[in-house]
């Protein structure tokens, strides 16, 4: 069942993967305003935008599939869109908040989710990080069976965490190799049908009487529904067959990981939460039943949809026959998508100088960022109203990870990215995060210690 709020929000389109025909879509109506205030334009070249009322919509669709869940906690995976103000919202959604770092752990608490609504998953934990973590009291998930054995040594006898061990179900891949985590050689999780490895799990669950988790995250972009739900109820069946052997339901909820794909073609959203919901109950009706406390780690679909890039173009020529836009959305926001662009292509949509939607007829162009590397092309061939120089481009869907998984290359600086929010047909805008400056960029390249390489060295080598 589509979410209703989403349905509404659907534009028209003449092609699917070009031009919007309404001027009153969410989208349009926020390039138009954020030209009128001057976020957009020659001296602001670039900048994201995040649809605030989406996000709250797509998080209510979210509780909406589970509501026949008695206990769950759904949590935002923090690397998706790891902006503080975002979390917040989230966090005033009702989410909790997933985390792989040091750092995201310091985003979520900053963005004031409560410990015990926070999930550490990262595959490398330190033993200060574990450490940090436990006396926190944020739940934890051990990516291997050597992490437990730190976890033995380092967890205090009052602690508040939730602790599980990840597993990965070896179920196969999807369509993009490296989202799909739950191969036969993925690097996460303890790998459960190698030899003799479910019964070391059986083994460390029946040593460690506060182990009461287990956790598996199957894949995130490509990945379809069914092998999803066939990793997770393989997961389900172990938490049987562990609870079994050791005569008590010990282990009481399931961490479900995240990964629902988002639909990068058109306004559609597809697969939804209830799909995916019906999914998992289709592959194993008790995997919802209220048994386990459930956990959801969802990123990309929660936010992808509710974000949109803008970018000037500042010069147009003609290369061997081709049409090509230069203009300042790259690699350095899109990164995936210009070295796969397969993969992880995106919509683009053209707008003249003054925000409103070009009309004119298609032409074949390439749409290419500012980066001095050849590849930075974020659409090839691309049927688009001719674009001029001061016109704009929208790279549409880009709420989940292009705002947080800046590339740094030639020094381009992070984006400004806004919120945004429509009320009585006005679009109204709030700073989620100001743009970098060329000050800031010197100053984390090193600029505090410029003279390092002249007269840093205590004690020269050789004297
Ligand atoms: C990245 C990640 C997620 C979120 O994946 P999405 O595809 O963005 O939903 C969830 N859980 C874990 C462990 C992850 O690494």
Redesign the pocket.
């Known amino acids: 069942m589509p979410l209703p709020t989403e349905n509404q929000r659907t534009d028209q389109r003449t092609d699917a993967r070009t031009e919007p025909l309404t001027d009153a879509s969410p989208v349009a109506l926020a390039v138009r305003q954020a030209v009128a205030d001057g976020l957009l334009g020659e001296d602001r070249p670039l900048a994201g935008f995040v649809d605030v009322q989406g996000v709250r919509d797509s998080v209510a669709g979210l509780h909406e599939a589970f509501a026949q869940v008695p206990d769950v906690l759904h949590t935002f ?1 923090a ?2 869109c790891s902006l503080v103000p975002v979390l917040r919202l989230l966090a005033d959604a009702g989410m909790g908040c ?1 985390v ?1 770092s040091p750092g995201e752990l310091r985003l979520a608490l900053d963005a004031g989710f409560a410990p015990a609504r926070i999930v550490l ?1 990262s595959p490398a934990k330190t033993r200060r990080e574990i450490r940090e973590a436990l006396a926190l009291g944020v739940a934890l998930n051990a990516d291997n069976l050597d992490e437990l054995d730190r976890i033995d040594a380092l967890r205090p006898e009052d602690c508040a965490s939730v602790l599980g061990v ?1 597993v990965n179900p070896q179920v196969g891949g999807g369509s993009i190799g490296a ?1 799909s ?1 739950a191969t036969a050689h993925s690097k ?1 999780g303890v790998a459960l049908r190698d030899p003799g490895a479910r019964a070391r799990v059986v083994e460390a669950f029946a040593r460690r009487p506060w182990l009461t988790r287990l ?1 598996a ?1 199957v ?3 490509g990945c379809p529904l069914p092998l999803i739900a066939e990793g997770l109820a393989a997961t389900h069946r172990l938490a049987e067959e562990i609870n079994a052997h050791v005569g008590r339901r010990q282990v009481t909820s399931l961490d479900l ?5 988002v639909n990068f073609a058109d306004d559609t959203v597809t697969p939804t939460y209830a799909e995916y919901a019906a999914a998992l109950d289709a592959a194993e009706p008790a995997l919802l039943d209220g048994r386990y406390q459930v956990v959801t ?6 936010i992808a949809k509710n974000g949109f890039t803008a970018a000037l173009v500042e010069y147009v020529k003609d290369a061997g026959g081709r049409r090509i836009a230069l203009t300042h959305a790259g690699g350095q926001v899109a990164t995936r998508t210009v070295f796969m662009p397969q993969a992880w292509p995106l919509r683009v949509s053209a707008y003249g100088p003054d925000g409103t939607p070009k009309r004119t007829p298609l032409v074949r162009q390439d749409v290419a960022g500012p980066l001095c590397f050849a590849g930075d092309v974020v659409a090839h061939d691309r049927p688009l109203p001719a674009l001029s120089e001061g016109d704009l481009v929208v790279l549409h869907d880009t709420g ?2 292009y705002f947080s998984a800046h590339w740094s290359y030639n020094s381009l600086p992070r984006p400004a990215v806004y919120g945004y929010r429509l009320a009585g047909g006005q679009v109204a805008f709030a700073v989620i995060r100001s743009a970098q400056t060329v000050r800031e960029i010197s100053a984390e390249s090193g600029l505090a210690q410029a003279d390092a390489l002249l007269t840093g060295f205590a004690a020269p080598p050789g004297t």
């Open positions: 995976a690397k998706a997933e792989a998953d990840r989202m985590t996460f956790h995250h894949g995130s972009q990981g995240g990964g629902l794909p780690e969802f990123g990309r679909s929660l989940g990870y």
